[in-house]
Structure formats: structure tokens, C-alpha cells
């Protein structure tokens, strides 16, 4: 059975969109299309179960588990710098 991984470049994603607070601010900073980020990060959240985001008016506001996830993509973006 295969499993799914999250990669680092994911991490990346979901860490500027994090930041942002908005899909479309964080594929500018990015570079990529908004759909392309918007993918990744439904990507992340599908392998791992749990909703990331949540809409909040016109800003995206983390969920529990995209807290948890937020704490987990710093401490491992600051190993690999």
C-alpha cells in the first residue's frame, strides 16, 4: 500500500498561505497561480484527514489542526534553514 507524504515544497505553500491568511496573496508571494496553491494545500489536508482552513470573512483563519500543523511546518522549515 502506498502512502502519501507531505513534501517540503507543500510545507512551503501551506506556511505562506498561513502567513497570508489568503490563497491568492500567498501564490503572488510564491509566484504560482492560485489554483495551484489552493491544490496544495487540499493536497495537505486531505492526507492528512483534517481541515487546515476555515473561511473568515475575506481572510482564512486556521483551524486546530492547521495550528497544530502551523507549529510543526515552522519547527521543520527552521531545521532545514
Not at 500500500?1 to 508571494?29: G, W
Not at 483563519?61 to 510543526?72: D, I, S, V, Y
Request: aromatic letters at 6%; charged letters at 20%; hydrophobic letters at 50%.
Amino acid at each position: 500500500m502506498s502512502r502519501r507524504r507531505i513534501t517540503f515544497r507543500q510545507l512551503e505553500i501551506f506556511l505562506a498561505v498561513a502567513s497570508h491568511r489568503n490563497f491568492t496573496k500567498a501564490a503572488a508571494a510564491l509566484h504560482l497561480t492560485q489554483p495551484a496553491v489552493s491544490l496544495q494545500v487540499k493536497q495537505i489536508a486531505d492526507t492528512l484527514g483534517l481541515p487546515l482552513f476555515e473561511q473568515a470573512g475575506r481572510e482564512l483563519a486556521l483551524t486546530g489542526a492547521g495550528a497544530e500543523m502551523l507549529n510543526t511546518a515552522r519547527a521543520l522549515d527552521d531545521l532545514w534553514s
